[in-house]
């Protein structure tokens, strides 16, 4: 009496596997990406369909952080491309071995539906040094790196880390075992001012030199270059100024974060194709901050207040793009792929494809 049950259940499972269709022409493009790369271009995409006009011939991973898009998995699978999850859980949830196993199991169970080749962690919450969280985040990683690995051969399992392994945003992490259970951390070369602890002014979102001295930092904690892939903003900051001097400084609201006095939520986050759009028109046109290797426009606001845009483009993405190779890093990627202006008009195609050719160091 036995045989006819466990057939049944074979049976139960094949219906079960079978629900599961491709949603490709080809059902081969369903199946997960195999090998590396030599140089990671890391993609995020938040939605729409910008993604057809990515520059799929340097893409090689692409995290979802819009909703899923059979579409997008089926030509990003066409073109050799990575497509991943995005994983986020609140760490006070995941400190018992049950419910991060819990957390897993349905991150590997979507993944495996969905026909993804991976996931991208993106935590960025506060975490103690040595508290439970802080154990408990390095299980998640390397447990979350077993589990995809052995159930989707070939998988990519990274976490999102900040510009700086030195607490940022009370983020005091154990960097080194994260790094070294993971496949790549993606390093968030952006949002640098979030915590300014000087001259409460408007400053680049990403300046070149602190943004190089985070990969200091993080190769000091031992994290192999091969690790880490740059992330770098394709969007900018605009100020409001309180003050505006006569030298140009432009003096924010204090908007305290983290026991910092003020920081960059003190601005709005504007995308490159917006900027592109105001800049000429601005009070100053494009100017270039040459400490911060950053460039940077005033404008006046129809309520007569002066505003001050820092923002990224071709040129400091570029010296960025340079270190990426100096310091033999993994590779680089932005936040994010739909902030770019893909219209159809030649200068948004120009200013378009000059930020993307940007990224692939000379
Ligand atoms: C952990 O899992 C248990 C059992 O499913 C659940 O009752 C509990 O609320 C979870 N704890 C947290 C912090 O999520
Ligand atoms: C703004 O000016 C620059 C430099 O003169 C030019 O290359 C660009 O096409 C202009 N942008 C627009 C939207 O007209
Ligand atoms: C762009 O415009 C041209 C000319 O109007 C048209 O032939 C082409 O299909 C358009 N492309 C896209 C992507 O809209």
């Known amino acids: 009496m036995m045989l006819p049950l466990l057939l049944l259940a074979t049976q139960v499972a094949a219906l ?33 369909k910008s993604w057809k006009s990515y520059d799929w011939s340097m893409v090689t991973t692409v995290a979802m952080f819009g909703p899923y898009d059979p579409e997008l998995m089926c030509y990003a699978h066409s073109k050799g491309a990575r497509f991943v999850l995005k994983g986020d859980v609140p760490v006070s949830e995941i400190v018992h071995r049950d419910n991060r196993t819990a957390w897993i199991t349905e991150k590997v169970q979507l993944a495996k539906k969905l026909f993804m080749d991976g996931i991208n962690i993106d935590i960025e919450q506060p975490v103690e040094a040595l508290s439970r969280e802080y154990f408990a985040l390095n299980d998640l990683v390397k447990e979350t790196a077993e589990a995809f690995h052995k159930e989707i051969p070939g998988s990519q399992v990274s976490f999102d880390v900040a510009w700086s392994p030195t607490c940022i945003d009370k983020r005091c992490y154990d ?7 993971s496949d790549l951390i993606f390093v968030m070369s952006y949002d640098e001012q979030s915590q300014i602890w000087g ?15 985070g990969y200091a930092e993080y190769m000091l904690l031992d994290i192999h270059p091969k690790k880490m892939v740059m992330g770098v903003p394709w969007y900018g900051y605009d ?7 006569e030298r140009g400084v432009c003096t924010i609201p204090k908007v305290p974060y983290e026991g910092a006095p003020c920081s960059d939520a003190a601005g709005r986050q504007i995308p490159y194709s917006t900027m ?4 000429n028109g601005s009070l100053t046109g ?35 793009a ?13 936040w994010n792929g739909d902030l770019l202006d893909y219209s159809n008009n030649t200068i948004a195609e120009q200013q378009t494809q000059a930020m993307w050719e940007a990224l692939i160091p000379k």
């Open 239 to 245: 100020y409001p100024c309180e003050k505006f001097s």
């Open 199 to 213: 001259e409460c002014i408007a400053k680049a979102n990403a300046p070149f030199f602190k943004t190089m001295s």
């Open 322 to 334: 340079e270190y990426v190779k100096k310091l033999g890093l993994r590779g680089i990627g932005m």
């Open 286 to 320: 494009s100017l270039w901050d040459e400490a911060q290797h950053a460039p940077y426009y005033n404008y006046q606001a129809s309520n007569g207040d002066i505003h001050q845009v820092w923002y990224d483009d071709p040129r400091s993405i570029s010296l960025k």
């Open 175 to 181: 960097y080194h075992a994260i790094a070294a259970a």
């Open 276 to 279: 592109m759009k105001q800049v």
């Open 16 to 48: 079960l596997a079978q629900d599961v269709v491709c949603p490709c022409d080809k059902p081969e493009l369903c199946k997960p990406i195999q090998g590396e790369k030599d140089f990671e271009v890391y993609v995020f995409d938040v939605g729409g």
